[in-house]
Every structure is written in structure tokens, then in C-alpha cells.
């Protein structure tokens, strides 16, 4: 049918390689990046399939969590527990300050480390110390905080 309407194979390859060059980058991208979620949208986005009709929330790039611990006496305690949570799954970057008794873990959106996890993480490293969540915060790829999708709040609410 095509060939009668002035199109050959060669036309038609063409085209079709043309389009999967326009949206290979795109795709390798979200795939590199774990985010198959982002796969339709590229889609719609060279429309390809229709566009989404429900706008759906953005995603957590990272999530802050900042604990209050009682009980760190010296920059040991805080090596100590720095490094049992950086070892959890997930996490990717710990900041304790002793003297304040305040720890900040930074955890990525592909693999969100729950809170209840930090918490025995945090008092597995030394049963004396009493811990609480203070600030729980979402934030997208630019920097920009979110509502957390976990625990349905707004930027800077637990």
C-alpha cells in the first residue's frame, strides 16, 4: 500500500530509524537514571502515544531526614553512628553534629530508606541514645522542595 502512495522501504526505514534516534538519548536517560516511570511521558512528549490525560505529582529526587540524638558524647559516637548509616542501603550522604546531638541522612528516590529503619539504625549503634525524627523534606532534581509523598505532608513537615 505504501509503495503504491510513493513510499519504498528505504523511505519508510528511514523515518522509522529517524524516530527511534529522536527518542534513544530520552530513553537511555530515564533508564540510566532508574526512572521508567518518565518512559510514557517521553512518549507523549514526541507524541508518540497520547498525552497523559492526569498530571501526576512529581517525583522525590531526595529526601532529607533530620534526627535529634541524645546521648553522642565526642566526635567517636559520631564517626561511629556516620558510618552505620551510611552503610544502610539507600543512604547517600550522613552529616552528625555531636555537639548539637543532630543528624541529617540524605537518602536518593530510587531506593528511599524508611524512617523506622534510621531509627534502629541509630539505636543499634549505642542503646543509650534516644532518638526523634525533627524534619522530614522532599526534594526534585533542581533543588526545590516537595510535598513528601510518603508521609503526605507539605516541604518541611514530618
Do not use: H
Not at 529526587?61 to 540524638?69: G, M, P, S
Not at 539505636?123 to 534516644?130: G, L, N, V, W
Amino acid at each position: 500500500m505504501l509503495a503504491t502512495q510513493g513510499v519504498n522501504r528505504r523511505t519508510l526505514s528511514t523515518a522509522l530509524i529517524s524516530c527511534l534516534l529522536m527518542v534513544s538519548q530520552d530513553l537511555l536517560g530515564a533508564q540510566n537514571r532508574g526512572d521508567v516511570s518518565s518512559v510514557p511521558q517521553l512518549f507523549s512528549n514526541y507524541r508518540l502515544l497520547p498525552r497523559l490525560q492526569q498530571q501526576r505529582l512529581p517525583q522525590p529526587a531526595a529526601q532529607k531526614t533530620v534526627l535529634q540524638v541524645q546521648g553522642m558524647k565526642c566526635e567517636a559516637c559520631a564517626a561511629r553512628l556516620r558510618g552505620n548509616l551510611a552503610a544502610l542501603g539507600g543512604v547517600d550522604g550522613c552529616k552528625v553534629d555531636f555537639q548539637k546531638g543532630r543528624l541529617e541522612v540524605w537518602s536518593n528516590s530510587s531506593e528511599p530508606v524508611e524512617t523506622q529503619v534510621l531509627l534502629e539504625a541509630v539505636t543499634a549503634t549505642d542503646d543509650s541514645y534516644k532518638v526523634e525524627i525533627v524534619e522530614r523534606e522532599c526534594y526534585d532534581a533542581g533543588g526545590q522542595s516537595l510535598p513528601c509523598p510518603r508521609c503526605g505532608g507539605a516541604p518541611g513537615q514530618q
